[in-house]
């Protein structure tokens, strides 16, 4: 048998008596939270299914665009940056780096954020200047840590060059007379 010494006892009925304690709280607290649960549940609420854009409708054909272009990295300056690079759907839509790395292994200034209900947000980007997901997108394809295409213009005409997109893009957005665009690269994605 082990002996305890007289200080140990003391130890040992200091912890007991601060657990009975803390039990004893927990359950009078139990109340407070109760309400505050309640009250929570009044002002927050599950997430949408979809998130409605006015800017953006969200259509199947953009869906599906979106869900190609993602994957894309014929459009980065040395063709091997997607969406997908920094936002992995199996790691939740963000890479987990601590600096998301861009094209030509540029070690991007900031990590990757989640893009997961990114559409429902004020404001994208870690620094808040971009007013949706859709200008995050637009910023992203010239942006040189990231895709780093030289213009706009150049990566319409790499879209335009890739056989099938033509057609996504024309079932995407039927009223546009050419809709192989920048901006509707982006509204795919921001429909995704």
Request: with cysteine; proline share 7%; hydrophobic share 35%.
């Amino acid at each position: 048998m082990v002996k305890i010494k007289r200080g140990n006892k003391d130890t040992i009925k200091v912890i007991v008596v601060i657990s009975i304690l803390s039990f004893a709280v927990m359950s009078l607290g139990s109340n407070g939270d109760e309400n505050l649960v309640n009250q929570a549940k009044q002002i927050f609420g599950p997430l949408p299914q979809v998130i409605v854009s006015e800017k953006n409708p969200v259509t199947p054909e953009k869906v599906k665009l979106g869900k190609i272009l993602f994957y894309e990295t014929r459009i980065s300056v040395d063709g091997t940056v997607s969406c997908a690079r920094c936002h992995p759907i199996g790691l939740y839509g963000a890479d987990g780096l601590r600096k998301a790395i861009g094209n030509n292994c540029k070690v991007n200034p900031r990590n990757a954020p989640t893009i997961f209900n990114a559409a429902g947000q004020i404001s994208a980007h870690w620094i808040g200047n971009r007013t949706d997901v859709e200008d995050q997108a637009k910023q992203s394809v010239i942006g040189p840590p990231s895709f780093g295409m030289p213009s706009y213009a150049e990566v319409e005409k790499k879209l335009k060059e890739i056989k099938g997109y033509g057609p996504l893009f024309k079932e995407a957005f039927p009223k546009d007379k050419n809709p192989v665009t920048v901006d509707n690269f982006c509204k795919g994605g921001g429909s995704l």
